[in-house]
């Protein structure tokens, strides 16, 4: 007990000194904030048959814990799902293996981990919650156990099973690169959208107690929606009789903590704390041969400028470890582009790509890379260079599409495409150089992707959404602009990191 404590504490510690997580705590506020609007606001999270509650001290702690159910699963899993990779990363998972620590406890440790950092953010929306409930002015009583409980009966075991679900995608080679930052936005989709049902597994996201008593006396009706609404009026009131808690929605919390748990210590079948990848490759290798160190070979000094060889050697960098599966699929895209109407395909064709340009501005420090790129002349021309990369790639699988505009003399349709080619890879450059992390490109694009398909025309960054052959999105010239804005804040933080050398 005490080496997990030690580790979850040593894990959390580490965590809590990052600028990252004071950014985290401060979201925690915005998300409050959103969760418990002013009463003339035209949005709302909840909405109970057409209404929503008085703010008292069970409403306001019931929809805050309900907000955080819901989007704290979807963001707390990119925010912790670094903690076994981390080790891998440092060499600390080295040394744990050369250590006694069992495999079942250093899971165990590394979820309490999770759960103490997503914990923390909940704690931070309860003290908002507080505040919230005394600035709104609808109710000053104040119960701590009401505001509490909803904290704890909702929101903390949905945070303890997404704490959980992000420790086995670490600890499973499938899921923990790139593909199960992807798919992790789907599974949270789909758990959003039926675990809102009254009839869920272990209870859902917790709204089987939120729907009013049979036989209430206001006329509500018992329908709720849960998630950012518009609506063009302020809610009408009434009076919330507070949750109604059975032993079947206790008991469901509980099995669904108990089955989180057991989840995140699963991987103990066939995670090894790093020693047997370690053991397997030395015994594979047998001795290392003896070489004599001759110097460095001896190279020709070569005329011309090094801009095209550096933007060929970030391409190629780029591209580095694509399976002939992606080819082939990229190639199958390209072509279709040529046959089908461009809206749709680009969608398609913009998607396949994430996982390569999530590495854009993550590659020198993910490779150990800065001390050797710090020595060159030029990085403002290295930063660029890797942006034209991924612009680069964009035009190569999106070409099909822009030749079918070009022949249609579709100038519009080519605008919105220039700008999203030189738009996505300006995005991954510029959250990779200031996170370091490729999740944070893979999450946030995920996202654009998902409500671009759903007709989010605010957001049609790549000219995908039409109404009868025009354009319905902001102008091409916008998305240039941010393009340009993501480059501009990669140089920044590049010139940053120099001034600190």
């Known amino acids: 007990m005490n080496a997990l404590l030690g580790l979850a504490l040593a894990d959390f510690r580490e965590r809590a000194r990052r600028p990252a997580y004071l950014l985290m705590l401060i979201s925690a506020i915005g998300l409050g904030l959103l969760a418990v609007p002013p009463t003339g606001a035209h949005w709302s999270v909840l909405v109970i048959g057409g209404f929503r509650g008085r703010y008292t001290s069970d409403y306001v702690g019931m929809v805050t814990a309900l907000t955080s159910a819901l989007w704290l699963t979807l963001v707390g899993f990119y925010l912790v799902r670094d903690a076994v990779t981390r080790d891998e990363?440092?060499?600390?998972?080295?040394?744990?293996?050369?250590?006694?620590?069992?495999?079942?406890?250093?899971?165990?440790?590394?979820?309490?981990?999770?759960?103490?950092?997503?914990?923390?953010?909940?704690?931070?929306?309860?003290?908002?919650?507080?505040?919230?409930?005394?600035?709104?002015?609808?109710?000053?009583t104040v119960d701590p156990?009401?505001?509490?409980?909803?904290?704890?009966?909702?929101?903390?075991?949905?945070?303890?099973?997404?704490?959980?679900?992000?420790?086995?995608?670490?600890?499973?080679?499938?899921?923990?690169?790139?593909?199960?930052?992807?798919?992790?936005?789907?599974?949270?989709?789909?758990?959003?959208?039926?675990?809102?049902?009254?009839?869920?597994?272990?209870g859902g996201l917790g709204l089987r107690p939120v729907t009013l008593p049979a036989g209430a006396s206001q006329d509500v009706g018992n329908d709720v929606g849960l998630g950012l609404m518009y609506v063009d009026e302020p809610?009408?009131?009434?009076?919330?009789?507070?949750?109604?808690?059975?032993?079947?929605?206790?008991?469901?919390?509980?099995?669904?903590?108990?089955?989180?748990?057991?989840?995140?210590?699963?991987?103990?079948?066939?995670?090894?704390?790093?020693?047997?990848?370690?053991?397997?490759?030395?015994?594979?290798?047998?001795?290392?041969?003896?070489?004599?160190?001759k110097g460095l070979p001896r190279t020709e000094p070569r005329r011309g400028g090094t801009g095209p060889r550096l933007l060929a050697g970030e391409l190629r960098i780029l591209v580095r470890g694509a399976p002939l599966w992606w080819w082939l699929g990229a190639g199958a895209l390209a072509l279709g582009g040529l046959a089908a109407p461009p809206g749709a395909v680009l969608a398609l064709v913009w998607i396949w790509p994430v996982l390569l340009?999530?590495?854009?501005?993550?590659?020198?420090?993910?490779s150990g890379a800065d001390a050797i790129l710090a020595a060159y002349p030029a990085p403002r021309g290295r930063v660029v260079a890797e942006w034209c990369a991924g612009a680069l790639l964009a035009a190569a699988?999106?070409?099909?599409?822009?030749?079918?505009?070009?022949?249609?003399?579709?100038?519009?349709?080519?605008?919105?495409?220039?700008?999203?080619?030189?738009?996505?890879p300006a995005l991954a450059l510029a959250l990779g150089a200031l996170t370091g992390a490729p999740r944070v490109f893979q999450a946030v694009y995920t996202i654009l992707?998902?409500?671009?398909?759903?007709?989010?025309?605010?957001?049609?960054?790549?000219?995908?959404?039409?109404?009868?052959?025009?354009?319905?999105?902001?102008?091409?010239?916008?998305?240039?602009?941010?393009?340009?804005?993501?480059?501009?804040?990669?140089l920044a933080r590049t010139a940053w990191r120099e001034t600190r050398r």
């Open 357 to 366: 340009w999530s590495r854009l501005g993550t590659q020198p420090a993910a």
């Open 449 to 490: 992707w998902y409500l671009l398909i759903n007709d989010t025309s605010a957001l049609d960054f790549m000219g995908a959404l039409r109404d009868h052959g025009r354009l319905t999105g902001p102008s091409p010239a916008l998305w240039a602009v941010a393009a340009a804005a993501g480059v501009a804040t990669a």
């Open 89 to 140: 990363r440092t060499g600390v998972g080295q040394l744990l293996a050369a250590s006694p620590l069992r495999t079942p406890v250093y899971l165990a440790g590394k979820l309490l981990s999770n759960v103490m950092v997503l914990g923390s953010m909940v704690v931070v929306l309860a003290a908002t919650a507080l505040v919230l409930l005394l600035l709104r002015g609808e109710s000053r």
């Open 397 to 424: 699988i999106g070409a099909g599409a822009a030749a079918r505009m070009a022949f249609a003399g579709d100038l519009p349709g080519l605008a919105a495409w220039t700008a999203g080619a030189a738009f996505i």
């Open 145 to 202: 156990i009401a505001l509490a409980l909803p904290f704890a009966l909702v929101a903390l075991p949905m945070l303890v099973c997404t704490a959980a679900l992000a420790m086995l995608f670490e600890t499973t080679p499938v899921l923990r690169g790139g593909l199960g930052n992807v798919l992790w936005f789907f599974v949270w989709m789909i758990g959003a959208i039926g675990g809102q049902s009254p009839h869920a597994p272990f």
């Open 235 to 293: 809610l009408r009131t009434f009076d919330w009789p507070g949750l109604r808690l059975d032993a079947g929605f206790l008991g469901g919390r509980l099995a669904l903590t108990a089955v989180a748990i057991a989840v995140a210590l699963l991987p103990a079948l066939w995670f090894h704390r790093f020693d047997r990848p370690a053991r397997a490759g030395r015994a594979a290798a047998g001795p290392e041969p003896r070489t004599d160190y």
